[in-house]
């Protein structure tokens, strides 16, 4: 695939190349840092639960500051912060298996700040440095960027962890993020100045002019709280601890979306968004009900590889959307960039308080049943409340 091609801007191409490089690290890590996590924690999906509610609590409250800051030093240091942040908490995963009191403390503290930096600069930029017009293509030709390096990734880190344990998959991802703060040196600085203060942001979150919004992203965190978190303890335990068939699923999976995507990102900028979404909230619930039933892995990579192809058809437009709306909002993009975020981190954590509190009286594979339904509800309110609207210039937007 021509990258240059397909971002000739040089903005954008060097923001594209830092974020392909440390996808190759993300997906070493993906599932399987979830599972040393839960490993490490005793297998305790109470004791793992709380981490990560803290961990999205911690980010609710963090992005404002967070977006403080990236104002006065700049998108382009706020981004190589971020990634440099994101390097320590990687290699920081070794502690878990020394003092996984202190390598939580750790986590938590590195995870929400370097989060906070890096995605607020990281959602402006893209917003700024793409098209409208042909947006939807570059949301799907990134997703695709991501799936191919995905394909085999997994399988690779799943062979280092059983041959050299996943010390020396940490290792390998912070050397690999090293990389990635390269081409963000070469890039371009952008400034913007986040006007809202902490108050101002969450009574707009909580207005009626935004209300909408907020549980759209409300529903898109809680669902990504279960793709994220719930799905590889699943998988884990549906699997019997077999961390390479864990590999191997994650990678075919990833490659069913390749074609998806191209198509979807292509129909995105012709057609309704909202009416995408709707279908695609439905289709893609669908498949994390499948999911609850699957009784051999035949079925389990079937609803997968299914969840995988509607998938594009909520998350393409969906996206797209986003940036679309945070464009015209001019000034304003990295208010409702953070507005976003929150709601999707306060969606988050009410989908693990629920997980916590389902650990307390069920066994592991019925409270996660039971989140994956819930995540399916998340899916499907995504797409029933987006509303498509008209803009001042008679163009079609998406509320």
């Not at 929150?342 to 996660?368: A, P």
Request: hydrophobic share 50%; charged share 20%; glycine share 6%.
């Amino acid at each position: 695939m021509n990258f240059k091609k397909l971002y000739s801007d040089k903005k954008f191409s060097m923001l594209m190349s830092s974020y392909r490089i440390q996808a190759i690290a993300d997906a070493l890590m993906s599932i399987f840092s979830i599972v040393y996590i839960y490993e490490k924690l005793n297998l305790s999906l109470t004791y793992l639960f709380i981490l990560f509610l803290l961990d999205a609590i911690l980010s609710a409250i963090l992005y404002i500051p967070g977006a403080k800051i990236m104002s006065k030093i700049g998108i382009k240091k706020s981004l190589i912060a971020g990634t440099i942040i994101f390097m320590v908490e990687y290699v920081g995963y070794i502690l878990f298996g020394v003092n996984p009191l202190i390598a939580a403390i750790m986590y938590l503290i590195l995870s929400s700040i370097g989060r906070v930096i890096y995605w607020t600069g990281y959602h402006v930029s893209f917003s700024i440095f793409t098209k409208e017009k042909k947006r939807g293509k570059e949301v799907s030709r990134l997703k695709n960027a991501i799936a191919i390096i995905g394909v085999i990734i997994p399988i690779i880190a799943s062979q280092i962890i059983e041959k050299a344990g996943f010390e020396v998959l940490f290792v390998s991802a912070f050397i690999i993020y090293i990389v990635s703060v390269i081409p963000l040196v070469k890039m371009e600085d952008v400034k913007q100045e986040y006007e809202f203060s902490f108050i101002e942001t969450f009574k707009f979150i909580f207005s009626k002019k935004y209300i909408r919004n907020f549980f759209i992203g409300a529903s898109d965190g809680g669902e990504q709280g279960a793709r994220i978190i719930i799905w590889p303890i699943f998988m884990y335990l549906f699997m019997n601890n077999d961390i390479a068939s864990m590999g191997i699923m994650t990678s075919s999976v990833l490659f069913v979306t390749l074609i998806a995507n191209t198509f979807i990102g292509k129909l995105t900028d012709q057609k309704s968004k909202a009416s995408l979404m709707r279908a695609g909230g439905v289709f893609y619930g669908l498949g994390y009900l499948g999911k609850v039933f699957s009784t051999t892995n035949i079925h389990l990579f079937f609803f997968s590889s299914y969840q995988s192809i509607v998938q594009p058809l909520l998350r393409v437009p969906y996206e797209s959307r986003f940036y679309e709306h945070i464009e015209s909002k001019d000034h304003l993009i990295d208010e409702y960039t953070v507005m976003r975020e929150i709601s999707q981190f306060i969606g988050r954590s009410i989908l693990l308080i629920i997980g916590v509190i389902l650990s307390f009286y069920l066994e592991d594979k019925m409270t996660l049943s039971i989140m994956f339904v819930i995540a399916a509800i998340c899916s499907i309110f995504m797409g029933a409340l987006s509303k498509d609207g008209a803009k001042k210039d008679g163009t079609v937007t998406i509320k």
